[in-house]
């Protein structure tokens, strides 16, 4: 079946340092692919998606790179802050019918003061 | 910004007994999912629903779940009679309407479902 790895389980970085956080999925029909925010004990959060149709987006201090060959994807967080703490959930969805999201195992970040 | 919101926040039910979760989606959202998620595991897909049909559901989604949406009320997840491994927050998501095109999923704070 169609899964996403997410290849980090932990991550700690030095704030200010830049984090990167890499999945890769196995459904060749996949074309969308958001990335979520998870706090501890709240609910998930929308960080920032791409759509196949591009290889890179950028907002603010986080860009993802799209690579469909590879079927590889990440998201990039510079300038890193305490606040982007959290577990960092990949995903993708074959984007019609506002079909399924499949998730990643999720990346617990740690930013270090 | 945009808010689902959950009832209830926690659940704690016997063994065979009834449970129905509720969900209140983003007003102008025509899309709804659930999601289930066991302690320190990864989100799984349920079902997502429109128009009042059930459009996709995993095989997690066994024959003692149901949705429904009467009348644009609650988004309601029924689980009919549960099992010790339906225990898990359970999430509802909504996403607006688009041709070939997908939205962003918004997400409710969840329902702690124990099941003894």
């Known amino acids: 079946g169609e899964k996403v790895e997410q290849h980090e389980s932990t991550l700690s970085v030095r704030e200010g340092d830049s984090a990167v956080i890499n999945c890769t999925y196995t459904?060749?029909?996949?074309?969308?692919f958001p990335w979520y925010k998870q706090e501890a004990g709240k609910s998930l959060h929308f960080v920032i998606d791409?759509?196949?149709?591009?290889d890179r987006k950028q907002s603010q201090r986080l860009t993802v790179l799209l690579d469909k060959k590879a079927k590889r994807f990440s998201l990039h967080i510079t300038a890193t802050q305490p606040e982007d703490s959290a577990i960092y959930f990949c995903?993708?969805?074959?984007?019609?019918?506002?079909?399924?999201?499949?998730f990643g195992q999720g990346t617990k970040l740690s930013i270090k003061p | 910004g945009p808010k689902v919101l959950q009832i209830p926040s926690h659940q704690i039910i016997d063994m065979g007994q009834m449970v129905t979760l509720n969900c209140d989606p983003v007003?102008?959202?025509?899309?709804f999912y659930w999601y289930k998620q066991i302690l320190g595991q990864q989100m799984e897909f349920l079902v997502n629903f429109y128009n009042g049909k059930v459009m996709e559901k995993s095989k997690l989604f066994k024959d003692q779940f149901s949705v429904e949406r009467p009348d644009g009320s609650y988004f309601t997840l029924k689980i009919q009679p549960t099992a010790l491994e339906d225990s898990a927050v359970y999430f509802c998501a909504s996403s607006l309407e688009g041709l070939g095109i997908s939205y962003e999923q918004y997400f409710g704070p969840g329902t702690r479902l124990t099941v003894l």
């Open positions: 791409i759509r196949s149709n591009v």
């Open positions: 459904d060749t029909a996949s074309s969308y």
């Open positions: 995903a993708a969805s074959r984007g019609y019918n506002q079909g399924k999201l499949i």
């Open positions: 007003s102008n959202h025509l899309y």
